[in-house]
């Protein structure tokens, strides 16, 4: 760091030559702001060297940070060639160049080949504008290549140029002072040698300048920019490379249609009608069964159950006696010419008083739960993992769409399908992950006004404390959240009273009801996030040991500080021999096949305006800051093992 500011040494020898006090101001303070940021980013981000395209961006947010050092000394330099200090433009490129040497070097060593040249132009556009002594344009190539730069780092914040609005401004406004510098003395007041005057013209030219630099910041950190899953990353397919899949064999649970293929009158294939996929029936209740060939002629049909065996010999039946549990269900259709096709789907079977205080019944819940009933007449848990609530019903529906065959917009039914290996279990719970993450499709964003209402980090040491116990920044959410009111005292499902009256529920954290957060409110944090994906995972077919919600312990964030802690789920996917950690807060990553999560979204504050921040894996330290208990609606368990999770190291 002392050798960074050798920069804003020379400066201020210029300073003190030709009367450029006030033009080399503004670049001073630019490089202020380019290296304490660049600083900043660096010593938060360091551990993201290399690790670029994990995060589907051209540059790591370390490796952004040396170029906005590296920029910062091309601004340096810019101001010293304009002002004609040939001492401070001699020592800035001896500096420039053995920093960019340095950086290159290293950046080169960890693939970080975007940076690389990044590097190179820096130093191309430097000794460049030295050799032919345009300061000037120095200062605009330097002020303006930030943003750019910036965007194409993945910076903590989802609009990275943004970080390079104080230091680009103020470069470009020094370039053009130094252009101007004949013409000042023409200016009103400025145009005559008597003391008080001139003064006067000083101190007004300089509070105009200052207060075109304050309005052209604030515009570019105001300026609306929709958040879209472009901005967040592209929707890349990943395959299974840490050893997660399991090799032995699994149940054959494909569905044809899945693989697009096209059927002439003359193929045989074979189709369930009836039940649909991964719906619950209650024992006893006789379940109908139905079956297309999509072939004319006579047609032999065997309907088989992994847990019953054969249960049926025609195209349609009713069956009331099957086993309590998941039934994978087989269907196979021979023509007279011994060509089979074959459907499956899965089936599950509870006891009579799982859910069977709610009416209507849910279509879809899982077997292995305990709950009766749904809020405000279930217990505490079954309120806060509504798996019995019907209204729920229409997620699980758009993912056995989406798994079968059924065109889904958007791009987590893509994403699901492209990594399920025809397994729909797995596709099912992949599109719920993406759908709840990136995709945005049930949850949108981060709800900032529950953290400022419980005076938690986010809001108050990044707002200001002020706003502890307030109900702050609901803009841009759905007009049940701006009608909540705040009572601070209250946690959880208690302070939710109303689905009508909006001002009876008080915006606290603690889990709210799943269909209030999902339905009503549309947003939430991350316990919210947490628990909305467990209670529709278990509505589509996972059982009580294969998805759980689980939380860390405290974790530092960069400036926040220490946070109390963060919680996210464990997800054991069909096929795999560990559990995943999947972290879908704010709409961010979800799931990362090959590890951990990359990062999570919340939201905090940024020069007086909430913005959101990507919380980083390696703060959060998923592997190592995990509580001991992980729950669901079904009750409490053990966290599984670290070794038994996908990206964890092994602990000798």
Same mark, same amino acid.
């Given at each position: 760091m002392p050798i960074i500011l050798i920069p804003l040494l020379a400066l201020m020898h210029l300073m003190a030559k030709k009367g450029n006090q006030i033009l080399a101001l503004p670049a001073i303070l630019g490089i202020l702001f380019a290296i304490i940021t660049g600083s900043l980013v660096l010593f938060f981000a360091l551990p993201s060297l290399g690790h670029q395209t994990e995060y589907d961006n051209a540059l790591s947010p370390a490796a952004g940070a040396i170029l906005f050092i590296l920029l910062g000394l091309a601004g340096a330099l810019g101001a010293a060639i304009a002002a004609e200090s040939r001492m401070a433009e001699r020592g800035l490129v001896m500096l420039d160049l053995i920093l960019s040497l340095f950086g290159l070097v290293a950046l080169a060593l960890l693939n970080e080949w975007a940076a690389c040249i990044g590097i190179i132009m820096i130093v191309a556009a430097s000794l460049a504008f030295q050799h032919s002594k345009r300061g000037s344009a120095l200062l605009f190539f330097a002020g303006l290549a930030g943003f750019p730069l910036g965007q194409a780092?993945?910076?903590?914040?989802?609009?990275?140029?943004?970080?390079?609005?104080?230091?680009?401004?103020?470069?470009?406004?020094?370039?053009?002072?130094?252009?101007?510098?004949?013409?000042?003395?023409?200016?009103?007041?400025?145009?005559?040698?008597?003391?008080?005057?001139?003064?006067?013209?000083?101190?007004?030219?300089?509070?105009?300048?200052?207060?075109?630099?304050?309005?052209?910041?604030?515009?570019?950190?105001?300026?609306?920019?929709?958040? +879209?899953?472009?901005?967040?990353?592209?929707? %890349?397919?990943?395959?299974?490379? @840490? /050893?997660?899949?399991?090799?032995? *064999? &699994? =149940?054959?649970y494909a569905n044809a249609s899945m693989q697009s293929q096209s059927y002439s009158c003359e193929q045989l294939k074979a189709e369930i009608l009836s039940p649909g996929d991964v719906r619950t029936f209650p024992r006893d209740e006789a379940v109908y069964f139905e079956a297309k060939a999509y072939k004319k002629g006579p047609m032999r049909y065997l309907w088989v159950s992994d847990l019953d065996g054969v249960i049926g010999q025609d195209e349609e039946f009713n069956r009331s006696n099957l086993s309590i549990g998941w039934h994978n269900i087989t269907l196979t259709?021979?023509?007279?010419?011994?060509?089979? +096709?074959?459907?499956?789907?899965?089936?599950? %079977?509870?006891?009579?008083?799982? @859910? /069977?205080?709610?009416?209507?019944? *849910? &279509? =879809?819940?899982?077997?292995?739960?305990?709950?009766?009933?749904?809020?405000?007449?279930?217990?505490?848990?079954?309120?806060?993992?509504?798996?019995?609530?019907?209204?729920?019903?229409?997620?699980?529906?758009?993912?056995?769409?989406?798994?079968?065959?059924?065109?889904?917009?958007?791009?987590?039914?893509?994403?699901?399908?492209?990594?399920?290996?025809?397994?729909?279990?797995?596709?099912?719970g992949l599109y719920i992950i993406r759908a709840f993450g990136p995709e945005e499709t049930y949850m949108r964003g981060y709800a900032l006004f529950k953290a400022c209402c419980s005076g938690y980090p986010e809001c108050t040491r990044t707002c200001g404390l002020s706003l502890a116990g307030t109900c702050s920044f609901r803009e841009g959410f759905n007009e049940n959240v701006s009608r909540l009111s705040c009572r601070p005292d209250e946690w959880g499902v208690s302070a939710w009273r109303s689905d009508i009256n909006m001002s009876e529920?008080?915006?606290?954290?603690?889990?709210?009801?799943?269909?209030?957060?999902?339905?009503?409110?549309?947003?939430?944090?991350?316990?919210?996030?947490?628990?909305?994906?467990?209670?529709?995972?278990?509505?589509?077919?996972?059982?009580?040991?294969?998805?759980?919600?689980?939380?860390?312990?405290?974790?530092?964030?960069?400036?926040?500080?220490?946070?109390?802690?963060?919680?996210?789920?464990?997800?054991?996917?069909?096929?795999?021999?560990?559990?995943?950690?999947?972290?879908?807060?704010?709409n961010g990553e979800g799931i990362n096949l090959k590890g951990v999560p990359h990062y999570f979204w919340f939201t905090g504050c940024f020069l007086g305006q909430p913005v959101e921040v990507r919380a980083f894996d390696w703060w959060v330290d998923y592997c190592n800051k995990t509580g001991s208990i992980s729950y669901n609606d079904a009750g409490e368990f053990e966290t599984p093992k670290r070794t038994n999770i996908c990206g964890c190291p092994n602990v000798n």
């Open positions: 780092a993945m910076t903590f914040l989802p609009y990275g140029w943004k970080t390079w609005s104080i230091s680009g401004v103020l470069f470009v406004f020094c370039g053009f002072l130094f252009i101007a510098k004949t013409s000042l003395k023409r200016l009103p007041l400025l145009n005559n040698n008597r003391r008080a005057s001139l003064l006067c013209g000083y101190l007004l030219y300089s509070l105009l300048c200052l207060l075109l630099i304050f309005l052209s910041v604030a515009t570019l950190v105001h300026v609306p920019v929709e958040t +879209s899953l472009g901005m967040r990353g592209a929707m %890349i397919p990943e395959t299974n490379e @840490c /050893g997660c899949m399991n090799d032995g *064999p &699994k =149940y054959a259709i021979t023509d007279s010419t011994n060509v089979s +096709s074959s459907d499956f789907i899965e089936l599950g %079977i509870s006891d009579c008083s799982v @859910c /069977g205080k709610v009416s209507p019944r *849910p &279509k =879809y819940y899982p077997v292995d739960t305990s709950c009766q009933d749904i809020w405000p007449n279930g217990t505490t848990r079954c309120q806060e993992f509504e798996v019995c609530h019907p209204d729920l019903d229409y997620i699980v529906a758009d993912a056995v769409n989406c798994c079968d065959g059924t065109p889904i917009p958007g791009s987590a039914c893509a994403y699901a399908c492209a990594n399920s290996g025809g397994d729909k279990k797995r596709c099912r529920n008080s915006a606290v954290l603690g889990m709210f009801p799943t269909h209030a957060t999902v339905d009503i409110l549309r947003t939430g944090v991350c316990i919210d996030y947490a628990a909305a994906l467990t209670t529709t995972l278990r509505k589509a077919g996972y059982n009580k040991t294969e998805v759980m919600s689980t939380a860390s312990t405290g974790y530092d964030l960069p400036l926040l500080g220490s946070h109390p802690g963060h919680a996210y789920n464990l997800v054991l996917l069909p096929g795999d021999a560990m559990y995943h950690f999947v972290d879908t807060t704010g």
